[in-house]
């Protein structure tokens, strides 16, 4: 059984920066892919940004120059960096990942930026 465990929310002031963390159970190579997503209360799951096993990363619209997302292949983490935070980025973030077969969840980590 996989496990993601996200850790790195918390509560910043708007323009503020914080680092997400997703600790993987397995070889993160193993997925083809990794992302981040966020729920904000009343609002569906969104993607906030992916990186495949080849290095390739994607990012939405609104998060663009701002949030950037790494990984440690030793360490089998995923990182996202986000930065110049804003009120709307509040939202419980989630790591996800995909192999061949299935998808799997993190149990989500609480973001809450304050204006």
């Known amino acids: 059984q996989v496990q993601l465990v996200e850790s790195g929310g918390g509560l910043v002031q708007a323009g503020g920066s914080l680092r997400l963390s997703c600790a993987a159970s397995?070889?993160?190579?193993?997925?083809?892919?990794m992302g981040w997503y966020r729920q904000a209360p009343g609002n569906q799951r969104e993607l906030v940004a992916t990186i495949s096993s080849g290095g390739n990363t994607n990012s939405a619209d609104s998060v663009k120059g701002r949030f950037t997302i790494s990984r440690d292949i030793a360490k089998k983490m995923v990182y996202l960096q986000m930065n110049s935070l804003k009120p709307e980025d509040t939202a419980v973030y989630y790591c996800?990942?995909?192999?061949?077969?299935?998808?799997?969840w993190g149990q989500g980590t609480q973001v809450t930026v304050s204006s």
């Open positions: 996800k990942a995909d192999d061949q077969w299935r998808y799997y």
């Open positions: 397995r070889r993160i190579l193993s997925f083809n892919i």
